[in-house]
């Protein structure tokens, strides 16, 4: 099975700081964030990877040291991971299904494909959310996850008192958390206009054909340079998603 990883994005808040790199190529440790996200699903066996680039496309050709493709031709790369990569330059402001129309042709003889966003990190268990999508047959999965609150939380009584303060819990409210699993039908649903979360998730949905994997485990997702510092934490405490 392939994996698709959108990697097209802005980044417009981690911008702000002067850094003019992708998101996907922030370092986390030693290695930039995309190796983290490869290294999770090639760490129990699947290895060949489609990124969707767009915003500072080249960054990645220079750090792969890969031409960068249209959806009609095909490049391939292994390096010491023994890892498979495409370059496919999905355009500049492209949504997100957009972007995985655009590699359709990629993924040629593939019946199911992985998918998942450039941005986020997660223990999730990648074997058993392959095993719930066999086992309901619908054509799409997507991880949910409860997110940490970005805000500390109050308890306060029925006086105006503060009874607790809570820095920063885990939320109970499940948010889409990416690490999808697709069938092939997804294709039917996009097109190169679509936003993946909004009119095709939507008609799945009323289908019946959208279900949620749920993960109660770490998640994390690098929306800001604050939490591109709080992942490099995270790697020198020992990465809860190091596996590996």
């Not at 330059?89 to 957009?98: A, F, H, M, S, Y």
């Not at 959310?129 to 409860?146: M, P, Q, Y």
């Not at 940490?148 to 958390?177: A, C, H, Q, Y």
């Amino acid at each position: 099975m392939k994996t698709v990883i959108l990697c097209g994005g802005r980044g417009t808040r981690l911008d702000e700081h002067g850094t003019a790199i992708p998101k996907g190529l922030f370092p986390i440790g030693d290695r930039p964030l995309i190796w983290h996200i490869c290294k999770i699903y090639s760490q129990i066996g699947f290895n060949e990877f489609v990124l969707c680039l767009g915003y500072l496309k080249e960054r990645y050709s220079e750090y792969f040291g890969l031409e960068i493709v249209s959806a009609d031709r095909n490049n391939g790369f292994t390096n010491e991971e023994d890892w498979n990569i495409k370059l496919a330059d999905t355009g500049l402001d492209t949504n997100t299904g957009g972007r995985i129309k655009s590699v359709e042709s990629f993924l040629d003889g593939e019946q199911r494909f992985f998918a998942t966003y450039g941005d986020g990190l997660s223990d999730v268990n990648l074997k058993a959310l392959l095993e719930f999508h066999r086992s309901h047959g619908k054509i799409a999965t997507l991880t949910a996850v409860n997110p940490i609150s970005t805000f500390g939380l109050l308890d306060i009584d029925e006086n105006s008192g503060v009874r607790l303060f809570r820095e920063k819990p885990k939320l109970n409210e499940w948010i889409n958390g990416g690490f999808f699993v697709f069938e092939r039908e997804i294709f039917d649903y996009l097109n190169t206009d679509s936003t993946l979360e909004k009119s095709p998730f939507r008609a799945l949905a009323a289908e019946g054909q959208l279900m949620a994997f749920r993960h109660g485990g770490f998640w994390k997702c690098m929306d800001t340079y604050k939490d591109s510092i709080e992942m490099n934490e995270l790697w020198a405490q020992g990465a809860p998603w190091r596996s590996w």
